[in-house]
């Protein structure tokens, strides 16, 4: 469960009394999540989400991050928006950690992936990068290619009590992958804006058959388009026992481009990034099984989930492979 950090009620009520958003009825941490620590909060004029900020975030990309919230809304797209005390701050500090409340977004992620969900989330990842447009200032990707290799090596010889031979196979991996990234080596560069970088299917929403926004957007960052639709291949294209399904990326490719259609570097590149993409949610996840005492209450997500994955981009040489 994500609740890193506790709150007790009577310092909710002191912080909930510095905004113009009715008293407090009822609050309850959410069990979903390994990154924040989230609260749902009702109050006498409605629902409201608590997040405090805790490992991955550094606060000062805070209003970067809330920032681009507001700036994606006015520019269509639905995503929960800071809501501002009475004196105009949506970033303060409860519980020693930085936090902030955001309007509740109606809807529920798909526990289960259809088809139906595949083309709405194409088109909702390419009308973000579309509005990220006039979005200008920049944020680095901290969880980028530079970050990978460092990342494996504070794993070390722990991979291998996770599975034998991993720590060779995935060096083996990033030698391949770093070097070669979009704008290195051999490889053009390609097309950037503002990512999403997480959009997993429990940062989508949908109601009544229809996607109803984005939550989420603490990794969003300045990096290459086409890598968020990789990271979307990878969350959204794989069952369970590690098949992939083509017909969902490919109507996850169509609708992007019904929005915004692709360079041709781009589907070309799309290998690459998907084993890029893999590389990343494979590293944070192992760093994460191996550094997570038995007893937290988070439960870890299974970094060999993306080994699959990652062994399946290694081996597709060519984009259509992807369903291009
Ligand atoms: N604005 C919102 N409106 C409604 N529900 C929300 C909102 N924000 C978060 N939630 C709920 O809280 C859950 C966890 O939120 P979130 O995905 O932001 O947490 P996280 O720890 O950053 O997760 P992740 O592991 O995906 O990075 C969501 O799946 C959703 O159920
Ligand atoms: N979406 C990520 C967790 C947030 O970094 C994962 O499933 O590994």
Known sequence: MAVYTDVSDDALRAFLDDFAIGSLVAFRGIAEGVENSNFQLRTTQG?????????RVN???LPWFLGLMQHLAREGVTCPQPVADRQG?????L????AAVTTFLPGVWPRVIRLEHCRPLGQALAQLHVAGRSYVQERANGLGPDAWPPLLQSCGAGADTVQPGLLAELQAALAEIVPNWPGRGQTPSLPRGQIHADLFPDNVFFLDQKLSGLIDFYFACTDFLAYDIAIC???WCFAIDGSFNIT????ILQGYESIRPLEDAERACMPLLARGAAMRFLLTRLYDWINTPADA???PKDPLDYLKRLRFHMATKSSSGYGF
């Open 89 to 93: 701050q949506s970033l303060k500090i």
């Open 297 to 299: 209450l988070v439960t």
């Open 47 to 55: 629902d409201y989400i608590l997040t405090l900020y805790e490992k």
């Open 233 to 235: 291949l990878n969350a």
């Open 248 to 251: 969902f990326a490919r109507q």
């Open 95 to 98: 519980a020693g950690r930085p």
């Open 59 to 61: 606060a000062q990309d």
